[in-house]
């Protein structure tokens, strides 16, 4: 695995679709925020690969920080389950494995599918009018780059449009533990590329978005839940064929098809 030995990380490692936390009162930014927001990118995007070592002695000179700010970036890292610390190396970027997909799945269809309900009810024209634009904008923005992988706008967008539909939830709390657990399902959907197309996601997107709109809880949440757990299917898929994570040592049962990993899935209503 390779680590962060030298360089700054580029420009483009700060956008492609993935919330960056800025000061909101205007002032800049400390040298701790700012290398915390950095890392965290980075490794949404797989700019640091998971599994790769985070040299506190290479990053303390290359941000210009001491080790305690350092160190406190690193912890809130962990604190989101984006890195950890292990005897003898330190901290390392968290690993990616189908057992931690499966969980973040079932968490996040729970937060996704609660938030879609609420926004349903408490939502209004503006926030219709917002779905409608976010909707728009992603069918009509390019998916990928090429074959490996997706565009900085589709990202954007795609991720703009999964926002919306939660916008008018009324929870602050919701759509920040929300936001989170979209982004780090992001750091699985490279996975999905490798395979071949096998469904129309274009099409998934504007059903939800009609549902939404419509005021169809039942049928919102439905698609919802199918939307995000086909993607999954998808990614451990080409998880197991590209044996790119540690296989579990013991039985995984009700997960050996892709219609059984859904049910084995889908959260308790």
Known sequence: MRSLACGRLPLA??????RVKVASNGKAITKTTETYQVLRTAILLGELP???RLRT?????QYKISLSSLREALTQLSAEGLTRTEAHR???????SIEDLTDLTRV???????????AIEFGNLEWESHILAASHRLANTARMVDRSSHSPQWAEAHGAYHAALVSMCGSPRLLQIRQQLYEQSERYRRFEIT?????DADDEHRRIAAATIARDI??????????INRTTDNIIKAMESRATVNRPTGPRSGRTTPSSRVAHRRPVA
């Open 218 to 227: 039942p049928l919102a949440t439905r698609l919802m839940r199918e939307h």
């Open 13 to 18: 490692a700060i956008t492609f679709g993935v």
């Open 57 to 61: 002695n290479v990053l303390t000179k």
């Open 108 to 118: 996040r269809i729970g937060i996704e599918t609660l938030g879609l309900t609420w």
């Open 50 to 52: 998971p599994g790769s």
């Open 90 to 96: 330190g901290y390392t970027v968290s690993a990616l």
């Open 195 to 199: 395979l071949p197309r096998n469904r």
